[in-house]
Nanobody
């Protein structure tokens, strides 16, 4: 299983970025997908998750209303649209896959597979 995240970069506060995570080696629709982030000196934190069919989503309170998670099962790809970015959103963002046919894992759940991260830096 491979999860390849991309789309990070440097953006000014108030700007937008869209992250992508391309998955291979798994039956994509059978996995809930999540985005996590880790800032320097901080623990990894949950950002957003989406169910295998895309009908259910969950967000951390800190990003709700600003970030949108979506997926394209035909392309084996999950996205994270990030708007109204703040300096505190600066972190390495990575995607993860959790095998389940229905619903979402809890925000503190351990996922089955993890990808490498992509750096997001928001300047003030």
């Amino acid at each position: 299983v491979q999860l390849q995240a991309s789309g990070g970069g440097l953006v000014q506060a108030g700007g937008s970025l869209r992250l992508s995570c391309a998955a291979s080696g798994l039956t994509f629709r059978a996995y809930a997908m999540g985005w996590f982030r880790q800032a320097p000196g901080k623990e990894r934190e949950f950002v957003a998750a989406i169910s295998g069919g895309g009908g259910s989503t969950d967000y951390a309170n800190s990003v709700r209303g600003r970030f949108t998670i979506s997926r394209d099962n035909a392309k084996n790809t999950v996205y994270l649209q990030m708007n109204s970015l703040k300096p505190e959103d600066t972190a390495v963002y990575c995607c993860a896959a959790d095998q389940r046919l229905w619903g979402l894992p809890g925000q503190n759940s351990e996922y089955d597979y993890w990808g490498q991260g992509t750096q997001v830096t928001v300047s003030s």
